[in-house]
């Protein structure tokens, strides 16, 4: 076993090769992953909510073509599973649904008329909570899935060790605070009362002793897949302005970035640039999200999230290959392999999936959330779309020389200079300003 603050022992001195063959998580399985950490997005009651008889859930809206479509989550009154359904009332014939929790009966009837085609949830405590209310709601639930065309099902996500293990090659985690943020997510979530009686009271009738050790061996194994990413929220975060950071960058940059970054800040500030200083980015923000986990690059994962103005997430997105590529299809390098043809000109970027798989057509003002610069290919089509503020999980890169058939990142930081975008850098609340940063979004 690793010792407690160092990162774990399978991916030490093992760091992922372009000929790897990926071992990632299941698309259905990062689906419910998705609706169990939508539970834990933050989000701004309006007015008085009162006592609620409900649980907060997280649902994942999954086209009949099984391409992820939306996420939301219970808010402001309205149920996660209903905020989908009514947002999205126009695609919802034979999809399906992950929600984190079986639905009480209000979102059942919904799932039902909408013509959703099947419903996954987890097995632990339903939606409904209500101590005197619970069995007839309970029959409730199960006589509308009964006497209709959808389907339901328990699901329990699992994460194999190639699965664990690969993550861990792209980006080593301390194995106490990992081991730490693992057990309490579990105990949020795993009520070991409620287990013993879910086999009537979901009900599940196959559940016995030992498919309980078996869903509960599962259960351990994707909180800790998940406390990969989850662990540094522990420490909080904070957000810096990209102008602030590099006005403490300034003597590091050398003279001549010094006196460019001067001429940017003065005189001609008022026709390039906005007036004000940028506002904090608006509470709340999204968690990191697993969807990176989700890439079928060789070395890299990267993560993108795209809010609207009212901080709804409208799309998701992860880097990889063109959709349904195989094994070798394409050139797998980098810019620091040994091969002639490169990954770049294939490889789609989580800001471009994100684009196109968006579920709304206006962006304008929106945020991008994402772990990486963005780079030459994505700057003009955030630009486009109307995307202002971009919040990211790593320091601004700056523009360096590329050789040809590389990536390059000056767009984006010319554009930064000069406006266009807003740009925050997240830290670790604890973090010593100087000290990189990365996040997966």
């Not at 090769?17 to 834990?40: F, G, H, P, Q």
């Not at 039902?112 to 309970?138: S, T």
């Not at 890299?300 to 290959?321: D, P, Q, S």
């Not at 609340?429 to 997966?440: F, H, V």
Request: some cysteine; overall charge negative; hydrophobic content about 35%.
């Amino acid at each position: 076993m690793a010792s407690e603050n160092t990162p774990s022992t399978s991916s030490q001195g093992d760091k992922p090769k372009y000929t790897d063959r990926e071992s990632r998580i299941s698309k259905e399985n990062l689906c419910m992953v998705l609706a169990l950490w939508m539970e834990r997005f933050p989000v701004r009651e309006s007015g008085e909510q009162g006592a609620d008889p409900h649980r907060k859930v997280g649902a994942v809206l999954v086209l009949p073509n099984d391409m992820l479509h939306a996420v939301d989550c219970t808010r402001n009154g309205v149920h996660g599973v209903a905020r989908l359904l009514l947002k999205h009332y126009d695609v919802t014939k034979d999809c399906k649904i992950f929600v984190s929790r079986k639905p009480c009966s209000f979102c059942t009837k919904l799932l039902v008329q909408c013509k959703v085609k099947r419903v996954f949830y987890l097995p632990i405590e339903p939606e409904y909570k209500d101590v005197e209310e619970f069995k007839d709601e309970a029959s409730r639930v199960d006589n509308l899935f009964k006497t209709s065309a959808i389907s339901q099902s328990v699901f329990v996500p699992t994460v194999g060790s190639g699965v664990f293990e690969n993550a861990e090659k792209r980006k080593r985690t301390p194995t106490k605070d990992r081991k730490d943020e693992a057990k309490d997510l579990f105990g949020s979530y795993w009520n070991e009362e409620w287990m013993e009686k879910a086999k009537d009271d979901l009900p599940w009738p196959a559940f016995d002793d030992n498919m309980k050790t078996q869903v509960r061996g599962d259960f351990e194994n994707i909180m800790e897949w998940m406390a990969r990413i989850l662990y540094e929220e522990r420490k909080g975060y904070k957000f810096k302005a990209v102008a602030d950071a590099e006005a403490d960058a300034g003597a590091d940059a050398g003279a001549d970035a010094g006196a460019d970054a001067g001429a940017d800040a003065g005189a001609d500030a008022g026709a390039d640039a906005p007036e004000p200083t940028p506002e904090p980015t608006p509470e709340p923000t999204p968690e990191p999200t697993p969807n990176p986990e989700r890439t079928d690059d060789p070395k890299t994962g990267v993560g993108a999230v795209i809010t609207n103005k009212a901080l709804e997430i409208v799309a998701l997105g992860f880097n990889g290959y063109p959709t349904k590529a195989l094994y070798g299809e394409f050139p797998r390098g980098s810019h620091d392999d040994q091969v002639q043809d490169k990954k770049y000109p294939y490889a789609i970027h989580a800001e471009q999936n994100a684009l196109l798989m968006r579920n709304t057509k206006n962006l304008q003002d929106g945020i991008l959330f994402v772990t990486k610069t963005p780079c030459d290919e994505c700057t003009p089509l955030l630009e486009m779309v109307g995307i202002k503020t971009v919040v990211l999980g790593v320091e601004l890169q700056r523009p360096t020389e590329t050789s040809p058939g590389n990536l390059s990142y000056s767009k984006f930081y010319n554009k930064v200079q000069k406006g266009v975008f807003i740009c925050f850098e997240i830290e670790s609340a604890d973090q010593p300003p100087t000290k990189k940063r990365k996040l997966d979004f």
